[in-house]
Every structure is written in structure tokens, then in C-alpha cells.
């Protein structure tokens, strides 16, 4: 049973930075697969934030292109997000999720929120206040 541990939330002001990290146990080896952020805001639903394939590529949704960086260690299981020029809207909980990796076109899928996940993490909290 893989699991997923988000850690690095917190608050910061409009415009700081942030490092999200989440580390993943158990299932078959990291490489195998695909590991994404996800986040809930204020008033609305569940949305993808990046999502990393196995070979390291990544896609980003349009709000936070330019301003974070996904990024993975597969041979530790690790995924980061690297936040900045963090606005208040980005308040919310961020999730980190994991499922096996079925290509490029399904990555695409993840971040647009278009298929399920099969692993997610308990979630972090990140407050950005102006």
C-alpha cells in the first residue's frame, strides 16, 4: 500500500516563498510512478497544481505556470513544490497524490483534474496573507 506525507506548509506573506515536500512508502519502486500536487481553496473544488511522470516531466496548471517547480527524486520517493511569488489565492490545502503512470497524455489529464488518483497524502496547509 503505497502512502503519501505532505510536510513544508505554513503561512507566508503575498509574494514569499515556500517549499512543499511529500515522501512516499511502500508499492513498487518510485519510478514506476506518476506523483502530483493537487490543492482545495477557499469556495472551491479540488484542482491540480503539477504533476511529475516517472522520467521527470512536468506539466503545470496555467495559475501557477512561471511561479512554482515540481520536481522528483525517484530514487528516494520524493516530490517538492517550490512556491514563489505566492499570492492569496494560493491559500488552501495542497495534496500530494500518486498513481501508476500510464504516459504523457495521461499527465496532461492529472493536472486538469480530468482522472482519478489512486493514492493521496492527508494534506498541508499554506496561508498566504497580504
Known amino acids: 500500500q503505497v502512502q503519501l506525507v505532505e510536510s513544508g506548509g505554513g503561512s507566508v506573506q503575498t509574494g514569499g516563498s515556500l517549499i512543499l515536500s511529500c515522501a512516499m512508502s511502500g508499492g513498487y519502486s518510485g519510478s514506476t510512478y506518476l506523483m502530483a500536487w493537487f490543492r482545495q481553496t477557499p469556495g472551491k473544488e479540488r484542482e491540480g497544481v503539477a504533476a511529475v511522470d516517472s522520467d521527470g516531466t512536468t506539466s503545470y496548471a496555467d495559475s501557477v505556470k512561471g511561479r512554482f517547480t515540481a520536481s522528483r527524486d525517484s530514487a528516494k520517493n520524493t516530490l517538492a513544490l517550490q512556491m514563489n511569488s505566492l499570492k492569496r489565492e494560493d491559500t488552501g490545502f495542497y495534496y500530494c497524490?500518486?498513481?501508476?503512470?500510464?504516459?504523457?497524455?495521461?499527465?496532461?489529464?492529472?493536472?486538469?483534474?480530468?482522472?482519478?488518483?489512486?493514492?493521496w497524502g492527508k494534506g498541508t496547509l499554506v496561508t498566504v496573507s497580504s
Open positions: 497524490a500518486a498513481s501508476p503512470t500510464k504516459g504523457p497524455w495521461w499527465r496532461l489529464r492529472v493536472v486538469a483534474g480530468q482522472v482519478p488518483m489512486d493514492y
